[in-house]
């Protein structure tokens, strides 16, 4: 199994401001995964994150608006840039060491 | 792209009742998974169906896949107020464990 952190928990934030989430993973895994799940919806996936590479987006992100950071196999960082009420969300990382896919709590993110 | 409906979207039901949510999709999956989510917490995987016609048995929760890995659903006997939640099905295509996530079923048991 994996246990997964997320910094923050919850956040508001005001428009145009930026906001970095935190995700930690107790075990190295190759690839991570970032989700978002707005308000009454199911998940999104935003992109995979590779240690070592580029992060892979979803038809519908890019990397301007969510930059991701990988520096190694237990961590990596979503920004939401340029935040807007359209942001609003939960914001869930995930990882998938054998087969399985954890997630974490999420961020639930409040743009005003 | 790929899509996988649930149904129904909301259920109200009373401790004791019998349930059954299906999903939906014109796409074959590798595998399909179910989750349920509480508020304020990740999904939580529940079971991972793999083959064809696969029946799979968790407690009170029975899960079947479709023979052509197309379709899934999730039957819940005697339902009880501890298994209120959103639940999810998630279709994965075998590349690099990326899941196609379900519309979300939202369930609710009284008492």
């Known amino acids: 199994s994996a246990v997964i952190s997320q910094k923050p928990s919850r956040d508001i934030c005001q428009r145009g401001t930026s906001l970095t989430i935190q995700c930690q993973v107790d075990?190295?895994?190759?690839?991570m995964f970032w989700y978002r799940q707005q308000p009454g919806q199911s998940l999104t996936l935003i992109a995979t994150a590779n240690q070592g590479s580029e992060a892979t987006y979803e038809s519908g992100f890019v990397i301007d608006k969510f930059p991701i950071s990988r520096p190694n196999l237990t961590f990596s960082t979503l920004t939401v840039s340029n935040m807007s009420p359209e942001d609003s969300s939960i914001y869930l990382c995930?990882?998938?060491?054998?087969?399985?896919?954890?997630f974490g709590p999420g961020t639930r993110l409040t743009v005003l | 792209t790929q899509l996988l409906e649930q149904s129904p979207q909301f259920l109200s039901i009373q401790e004791g009742e019998n349930l059954t949510v299906y999903c939906n999709s014109s796409?074959?999956?590798?595998?399909l998974q179910w989750y349920r989510q509480e508020p304020g917490e990740g999904p939580v995987l529940l079971v991972t169906v793999v083959t064809g016609g696969e029946v799979k048995k968790l407690k009170r929760l029975t899960f079947q896949f479709g023979d052509a890995r197309k379709d899934s659903s999730l039957h819940i006997t005697a339902a009880q107020p501890g298994d209120t939640g959103l639940y999810l099905c998630?279709?994965?295509?075998?590349?690099?464990?990326?899941?196609?996530f379900g519309t979300g079923t939202r369930l609710q048991v009284t008492l």
């Open positions: 995930s990882v998938a060491p054998v087969n399985t896919q954890y």
């Open positions: 998630a279709g994965e295509t075998g590349t690099a464990s990326k899941l196609t």
């Open positions: 075990s190295q895994v190759t690839m």
């Open positions: 796409s074959v999956f590798s595998s």
